[in-house]
């Protein structure tokens, strides 16, 4: 199947190696991602105030551009761009104003009324090659692994936009973890924030959130963490002295299906 | 008391501040809640008073990560997180008030960081 694919800023750049191993595990497991054409950034974070329309534009003409691709669906990688994205096309089933404003500013782009939808990359693992079908195309499993999934925020919240798994005890990164044969490790702290942007501004917080996670990872036995989200993975490694691992789950997955080489 | 601001942040966030019980979950389950002079049950109290302009001139409106978990947690769906950052967008959305500005980015680099922390910080803090 082709699917339309909104790769972001982060994949063209500090995370090329996420974009790369998404692609060519995602092919061999029979699904194209094919790049929407043109695109903008998505900014990375999605303004909540109800009068911000124009920072929301450049999802909806990704949004808008994946209706000539495949099925119409938008297949994302990033968290950041997952949670841009899904959450700007819930506000058009939920805020007709915003339709309205939207379709004003678009002037001369064609009209978008929400009727797209968001995947991320690991729904597709899940709904469209299944986990089952999954671990049985794995070559290398990681047997003895035990890794720590890491959702942060971006993945989850809001999860009445986002509705991406229960937000509170989510699951799908343990089963693709089981699908590559290697064992979950659940801890408390896998689905609170790293410290997010305040990297920049505040690096300390930065490194007081990014530590309190892989302790408790640490805790409960981990050997190495799995993220999707870019910001996580510098968070994780950048801002803490903790030396356990931390790897986008594409690059896992493209090691399991045994993409990675010797 | 000013009505004018506390009308305009009421709209901006969409958040119904007059839902909250003062239960103080969302205080308790913020990643961020010792950095803060005012933490997020002290926002939706206070916008409901109308002490907007107290919220503005703290330094707690830049300690919010947007993590929602307060907006998750919340068992009157309040959402505290959308109340404090239009309160931070009505400050920066003033003349001359970004707090993060392009020329502080370089200092900040180092070959590891992602576009996605400049997006977003920017977007967080700048107009």
């Known amino acids: 199947m082709k699917i339309a694919y909104y790769p972001g800023c982060t994949l063209k750049n500090r995370a090329r190696e996420l974009d790369r191993t998404a692609r060519e595990s995602a092919a061999l497991l029979g699904i194209e991602l094919e790049e929407i054409p043109v695109w903008q950034c998505c900014g990375g974070a999605y303004t909540s105030a109800k009068d911000e329309i124009a920072t929301k534009l450049s999802s909806v003409r990704a949004l808008a ?128 924030c790293c410290g997010g942007y305040l990297t920049l501004s505040d690096r300390e917080t930065a490194k007081r959130r990014s530590t309190a996670v892989k302790e408790s990872a640490r805790e409960m036995g981990a050997d190495f963490m799995i993220t999707a989200c870019p910001l996580c993975l510098y968070n994780l490694t950048k801002n803490t002295d903790d030396p356990i691992p931390v790897r986008y789950f594409t690059e896992v997955l493209a090691d399991a299906l045994g993409l990675g080489g010797e | 008391m000013n009505h004018d601001f506390k009308d305009r942040i009421v709209r901006m966030s969409g958040a119904a501040v007059e839902k909250c019980m003062r239960c103080g979950k969302c205080s308790a389950t913020c990643p961020n809640y010792g950095e803060m002079e005012y933490h997020p049950h002290q926002f939706v109290y206070m916008v409901e008073r109308g002490e907007v302009e107290r919220l503005m001139a703290s330094p707690s409106i830049y300690a919010c990560l947007t993590c929602f978990a307060c907006v998750e947690r919340c068992p009157r769906g309040v959402e505290p997180a959308k109340v404090i950052e239009a309160v931070r967008l009505e400050v920066i959305r003033q003349k001359g008030q970004n707090y993060l500005k392009p020329d502080d980015i370089p200092a900040t680099l180092d070959d590891d960081l992602p576009q996605q922390a400049l997006v977003t910080a920017l977007r967080k803090f700048a107009k």
């Open chain 1, 65 to 192: 551009a994946g209706r000539q691709i495949g099925d119409g669906r938008v297949a994302t990688v990033c968290s950041a761009c997952y949670n841009v994205l899904k959450q700007t096309n819930h506000e058009f089933a939920v805020n007709p104003d915003f339709d309205f404003k939207v379709n004003n500013y678009l002037k001369g782009d064609p009209e978008y009324h929400g009727e797209g939808e968001v995947v991320h990359l690991l729904e597709l693992l899940r709904d469209e090659v299944g986990f089952e079908e999954l671990a049985r195309r794995v070559t290398k499993p990681l047997k003895g692994k035990r890794i720590a999934a890491y959702y942060g925020c971006l993945l989850l919240r809001p999860s009445s936009a986002l509705a991406f798994d229960d937000p509170e005890n989510p699951k799908i990164m343990e089963d693709f973890i089981r699908a590559l044969g290697a064992e979950p490790v659940l801890y408390p702290m896998r689905n609170e």
